[in-house]
């Protein structure tokens, strides 16, 4: 079974740049999330899809961010304008179903660096 | 609301010590479910673990083991004999089982060093 994709790896921006993440959940899977984690914290939920639908995007900062679900297979995630403290590893997951006796499957991440 | 509370933030210790990485949490729910998670210096998280709320039993898993505590919210992780391959950043998450979806939230990790 194939994983979940996450591309670019990398990604170096300037401050009012705009950049997009993208990701291909495992195949099957209904709910996908993406995660911000700051160097040296958890990892924190910015919004979770169910199928195309948004289910939580509570702690998205909707002023910058926004993420899409389109056909609710992949899913991009994009900043614009970005700033200094978005500088951050973006991680994709998802699961069956979204109840946790299926789990999560996590992908590797995208290192954003803006300077 | 829920809270995940990892107070060690790094721990170092020796090839071959044993070490207790632990985890606190909080919940109203009866249902819900523990989560460890593993995230090397290549960045992935590898899951280790899932616990539900009714079951306290103990696991151990080669030099694994988790210690679940429901009367102390507690979920603590053990590894005997450590290995430098054991170095990383080891995350606590709970997850609540809701009517409708679940979200998984994390601790702020603890960094554990093993050196040769």
Redo the contacts between chains.
Sequence with gaps: EAGVAQSPRYKIIEKRQSVAFWCNPISGHA?L?WYQQIL??????LI?F?NNGV??DSQLPKDRFSAERLKGVDSTLKIQPAKLEDSA?Y?C?SSLD????H???????T?LTVV | AQKVTQAQTEISVVEKEDVTLDCVYETRDTTYYLFWYKQPPSGELVFLIRRNSFDEQNEISGRYSWNFQKSTSSFNFTITASQVVDSAVYFCALSERNSGYSTLTFGKGTMLLVSP
Excluded at chain 1, 40 to 45: D, R, T
Excluded at chain 1, 103 to 109: H, L, N, Q
Aim: aromatic content about 12%.
């Design positions: 709910t999330y040296g914290q958890g990892p924190k939920l979770q169910q289910v939580d590893v991680l997951a979204g109840q946790p006796p789990g999560y499957t996590f992908g590797s991440g290192r």
